[in-house]
């Protein structure tokens, strides 16, 4: 079955350093990732996709198909960082997304 | 636009007393999606409607829930009866699928916080 896996419920970090949070996934077919951010008191918002290619506040993933992984880099934490992130997949013949059980990111001063 | 809208923000019932929760989506999308967000499962999908019609209610827990789009600004999710287990946060979200120009981003509610005692 279709999945979404993040290992890590909590990952503490300092400020300033390197921050990667894992998600890998398993599906056979062509999958689009995305990652979600929701931040204290706020909404669940889209932080990013693979399709765009892009960096957000400072956050990368890209997509290894051979890894089956999509993990969410940044070089420099900040504290304002500090949030919950979801890991997300489409399946290719689907509009519904499979998210993973998330991981809290906590930026410390 | 004021986004996706849920109401109750807070909920607190009884066990066996019967529960709704309601959505309304932001306007013009045609696609609204019901999840439940516990600490141990993380965000699950329940169940999703596109055009009012549901397509995939394979996450809905059981008989207990039942949801509804009786049109396209408006959605229920009902739980009869209601068990301590229910408690979660439960989002609602909704987006426009439109052919090639789909973006298929999910835009949230604030979601509702249910406790059943």
């Known amino acids: 079955a279709q999945r979404v896996t993040q290992p890590e419920k909590l990952l503490s970090v300092f400020k300033g350093a390197p921050v990667e949070l894992k998600c890998n996934y398993s599906y056979s077919g062509s999958p689009e990732l995305f990652w979600y951010v929701q931040y204290s008191r706020q909404r669940l918002q889209l932080l990013l996709r693979?399709?765009s290619r892009e960096s957000i506040k400072g956050f990368t993933a890209d997509l290894n198909k051979g890894e089956t992984s999509f993990h969410l880099k940044k070089p420099f934490a900040q504290e304002e960082d500090s949030a919950m992130y979801y890991c997300?997949?489409?399946?290719?013949?689907?509009?519904?997304?499979?998210f993973g059980s998330g991981t809290r990111l906590l930026v410390r001063p | 636009d004021a986004g996706v809208i849920q109401s109750p923000r807070h909920e607190v019932t009884e066990m066996g007393q019967e529960v709704t929760l309601r959505c309304k989506p932001i306007s013009g999308h045609n696609s609204l999606f019901w999840y439940r967000q516990t600490m141990m499962r993380g965000l699950e999908l329940l169940i999703y409607?596109?055009?009012?019609?549901?397509?995939?209610d394979s996450g809905m827990p059981e008989d207990r829930f039942s949801a509804k789009m009786p049109n396209a600004s408006f959605s229920t999710l009902k739980i009869q009866p209601s068990e301590p287990r229910d408690s979660a946060v439960y989002f609602c979200?909704?987006?426009?699928?439109?052919?090639?120009?789909?973006?298929?981003?999910?835009?949230f509610g604030p979601g509702t916080r249910l406790t059943v005692t």
């Open positions: 997300a997949l489409r399946m290719d013949s689907s509009y519904k997304l499979i």
């Open positions: 409607f596109n055009n009012n019609v549901p397509i995939d």
């Open positions: 693979h399709i």
């Open positions: 979200a909704s987006t426009l699928i439109s052919g090639t120009a789909t973006s298929y981003e999910q835009y």
